[in-house]
């Protein structure tokens, strides 16, 4: 069973930086490409941040490209993502995912809360 836990969260002020943590068990970590979303209150979830398994490319959604950074690393089962000069409107929870493509497996974390303040 393929769980994850995501960490890091917590308050910061505008322009501070935070990085969140999600560590995988139970899967080929490797072989799963490794996603970030959030959901803001009152709003759907929304994609952030994707690495690939496969070459290790990254995608980011317009918002944060320049201020985020998702980076993997395999040894550890662990993704990051590095917020940086953040803002009010990042504030959200924020949830790691992992897919493995072809097979249709796809997980979530619990989520952590990210507050930004101004």
């Known amino acids: 069973q393929v769980q994850l836990v995501e960490s890091g969260g917590g308050l910061v002020q505008a322009g501070g930086s935070l990085r969140l943590s999600c560590a995988v068990s139970g899967g080929i970590f490797s072989r799963y490409n490794m996603g970030w979303f959030r959901q803001a209150p009152g709003k759907e979830r929304e994609f952030v941040a994707i690495?690939?398994?496969?070459?290790?490319?990254?995608q980011y959604v317009n918002s944060v490209k320049g201020r985020f950074t998702i980076s993997r690393d395999n040894a550890k089962n662990t993704v990051y993502l590095q917020m940086n000069s953040l803002k009010p409107e990042d504030t959200a929870v924020y949830y790691c995912n992992a897919a493995r493509p072809g097979s249709g497996a796809d997980y979530w974390g619990q989520g952590t809360q990210v507050t930004v303040s101004s």
């Open positions: 690495i690939y398994w496969s070459g290790g490319s990254t």
